[in-house]
């Protein structure tokens, strides 16, 4: 079946330090990749995707590369700003983007 | 720009009470589907709907129903609430298959209660 994993947060950084939110995923086919985040009190909003193997989404200063060797989608920054304290999620479609799989969500805190 | 809008914003239920969970869209999207946010689980998919007429069901679908009559409203219904139907739940919309990048644009979430 599908399923997404990613790292468990907390995870707490001093503005301008770099940004690692690891995510694994098991999948049949070929899925698309996306991670989502969800600002305090709002609905999930797309932050960048990737729909084939090494393709590289971005957005906003954060990166994603779809590692289908590794089964991987680690989202990366390299100077986060506390604007961007949220909880981030990791997902997955099926080809036809009818089913979404989503990992548990990591929040970000980042502190000035 | 409205967007995708969901009503109530909070409810709290009684065990064995029904309620329904609006879901309304001004996009024109053909895909329109029910989430279910639990702490430590992300979110589930309950139902989704390709088009007027058209349902499936999710991950999750147990105890919950779904109708789609027109392109703009997916209501999602619980029969007899039950306290494991506490949540925060998530309607989104998208383009239909092939005009879709993809992208799910959400609500902003209806928080439910059941005691």
């Known amino acids: 079946g599908n399923s997404v994993t990613q790292m468990e947060g907390p995870v707490t950084l001093s503005e301008e330090a770099f940004l690692t939110i690891n995510c694994t995923y098991t999948a049949t086919g070929y899925p698309s990749l996306f991670w989502y985040v969800q600002y305090p009190g709002e609905g999930l909003q797309l932050l960048l995707k990737?729909?084939?193997?090494?393709d590289k989404g971005s957005n906003k200063g954060f990166e994603a590369t779809y590692r289908k060797e590794t089964t991987s989608f680690h989202l990366e920054k390299g100077s986060v700003q506390v604007s961007d304290s949220a909880v981030y999620f990791c997902a997955l479609s099926d080809r036809n983007f009818n089913k979404f799989y989503f990992g548990s969500g990591t929040k970000l805190n980042v502190k000035p | 720009n409205a967007g995708v809008t969901q009503t109530p914003k909070f409810q709290v239920l009684k065990t064995g009470q029904s309620m329904t969970l609006q879901c309304a869209q001004d996009m024109n999207h053909e895909y329109m589907s029910w989430y279910r946010q639990d702490p430590g689980m992300g979110l589930r998919l309950i139902h989704y709907s390709v088009g007027a007429g058209i349902t499936d069901q999710g991950e999750v679908p147990n105890g919950y129903n779904v109708s789609r009559s027109t392109t703009e409203d997916f209501p999602l219904r619980l029969l007899s609430a039950a306290p494991s139907q506490t949540s925060v739940y998530f309607c989104?919309?998208?383009?239909?298959?092939?005009?879709?990048?993809?992208?799910?644009?959400f609500g902003e979430g209806s928080r439910l209660t059941v005691l």
């Open positions: 989104a919309s998208s383009y239909s298959r092939l005009a879709s990048t993809g992208e799910l644009f």
């Open positions: 990737a729909t084939k193997a090494d």
